[in-house]
């Protein structure tokens, strides 16, 4: 099973790094552009109970950072060349989805009395992002799609129950640290959650389509 995943590591590993790095590069800018000229007014997301339940939590900033990582390993598990531009287009589509509800209904997160000055790397986030284009939250939805992706993947190459269940934990962890940094709120990461579900079903058809083309063949 190993030597399975090092193969599929191994494919087209330069294209896979150059396309997830370029593709990770283009979304920033166009993130961040958007966030910068909003079409209209900005409003704030309400809380609900279960944000008072989460709170804040310093700690969990590396399991927001490691989403990145997570995207990663998604797409240097696919098989081929038609999996990995599917990751790809399906990705762009999930982007222009949440950019374009950032752009013409733009949100951010109340404001908070926490001194982000006691937590650095947070407070940076704080000052790059200054916690807008909230609803959709981009990163939940990343991650459900990836965790969508990576459970099929594992399941394919026949890896341990212990491999899926460590996949569903990694993804839970970064939907908790979405909002427990205090980037998001609850609503924004079912929102990203839900887009992110959506965007894998065309994905999951498309995959298992092509499959059982080449098993015909």
């Known amino acids: 099973m190993v030597h399975a995943v090092l193969a599929r590591v ?18 920033f800018w166009a993130y961040f552009w958007v966030m910068r000229h909003p079409l209209a007014p900005v409003t704030v997301m309400p809380t609900i109970w279960l944000d008072g339940a989460i709170g804040f939590h310093a700690w969990s900033f590396p399991l927001y950072a490691s989403l ?11 098989r081929d060349l038609r999996e990995l531009g599917a990751f790809g287009v399906v990705s762009l589509g999930m982007s222009l989805a949440g950019l374009a509800v950032f752009l013409v209904a733009p949100t951010r997160v109340p404001a908070s009395a926490i001194d982000w000055s006691l937590y650095p790397s947070l407070q940076f986030l ?5 916690a807008g ?28 129950a212990g491999w899926r269940m460590a996949n569903a934990l990694w993804c839970l962890g970064i939907l908790f640290s ?10 924004d990461a079912v929102a990203g959650a839900a887009l992110g579900a959506a965007a ?13 083309e080449a098993a015909r063949l």
């Open 178 to 187: 979405t909002v427990a940094t205090g980037q998001h709120v609850v609503l």
């Open 133 to 160: 284009n909230a609803c959709p939250s981009l990163h939940a939805a990343f991650c459900v799609f990836t965790a969508l992706v990576l459970h099929r993947q594992l399941r394919t190459i026949g890896a341990p």
């Open 68 to 78: 990145w990582v997570y995207i990663s390993v998604g797409t240097a598990l696919a």
């Open 10 to 27: 191994r494919t087209y590993f330069w294209l896979k790094f150059a396309g997830t790095a370029g593709g990770i590069a283009v979304f």
């Open 200 to 212: 894998a079903v065309p994905y999951l058809r498309y995959v298992r389509y092509v499959r059982s």
């Open 126 to 130: 704080k000052t790059v992002d200054v």
